[in-house]
């Protein structure tokens, strides 16, 4: 299986200053995208795309020596200021099939990943791994909100005042969300929004509820605090 991670943003909330980017900000003594990617490898995962921009190399170079569980193949978003569709478009030729797509700053149980896994999926469609535990979200504000209708997205925007779930950021795509963003791509870039978005107006995009599985969106400083009392309180792997 594969997956693809991004992880080209600047990440200013919760790196500003640094001398690495965002993905290699340590939680709890290992880098976020560490975690991520030992996630992955439990879950069946053994191809990685990471598409990298903002101190790129610093992360190229952390990753190839760490030893990671996974074969990785790197992209590099020199336009890591346009929106993340732009990034994803940098890996197209890596989505051959059902590949999952990860942000590299959410962290989240392997029991998440397996139920996205499990949903059957149609080659034009995408799905989503969504919570509808809606109060133990640690930022609400900042989450991304899905209004479903039965097991596919009706609309879904960080704006949304009626929601039934929100968004964990554990995609499984095919090809089909790639095309999406190619017929909207421009000069200013395309977000994974609009991609997302026209698969929901064809009834394409569907959403896997994931149950239990704990996640946490790891933006800000006050988020890093709490992900780290997570897996202090339930271990690594977020499922103690």
Request: proline share 5%; glycine share 8%; charged share 25%.
């Amino acid at each position: 299986m594969r997956a693809i991670i991004l992880a080209a943003g600047k990440g200013e909330r919760l790196v500003s200053g640094k001398s690495y980017p965002k993905p290699l900000a340590p939680v709890a003594g290992t880098a976020l995208i560490v975690r991520v990617i030992h996630t992955l490898a439990q879950g069946g995962v053994t191809e990685v795309g990471v598409i990298h921009g903002y101190l790129g190399q610093v992360l190229v170079d952390a990753l190839e020596r760490a030893e990671l569980p996974v074969a990785l193949t790197f992209f590099q978003n020199d336009e890591y200021e346009k929106p993340n569709g732009t990034s994803l478009l940098k890996a197209r030729t890596f989505v051959e099939g059902a590949t999952f797509l990860l942000m590299s700053d959410h962290l989240f149980a392997p029991a998440l990943l397996e139920r996205v896994a499990a949903f059957p999926l149609a080659d034009d469609e995408a799905v989503l791994g969504i919570d509808f535990d809606i109060p133990r979200c640690f930022d609400l504000p900042d989450a991304t909100k899905v209004a479903v209708d039965g097991d596919r997205v009706a609309r879904i925007s960080k704006e949304l005042d009626r929601y039934d779930a929100l968004d964990t950021g554990v995609f499984r795509i095919t090809p089909a969300l790639v095309r999406e963003l190619e017929a909207v791509d421009g000069p200013a870039g395309c977000s994974l929004s609009q991609g997302v978005g026209a698969l929901a107006r064809a009834g394409k995009m569907r959403v896997a509820n994931v149950g239990d599985a704990r996640w946490i969106d790891v933006d800000t400083p006050e988020a890093h605090a709490e992900a780290e009392r997570l897996l202090a309180l339930h271990g690594d792997t977020l499922d103690r």
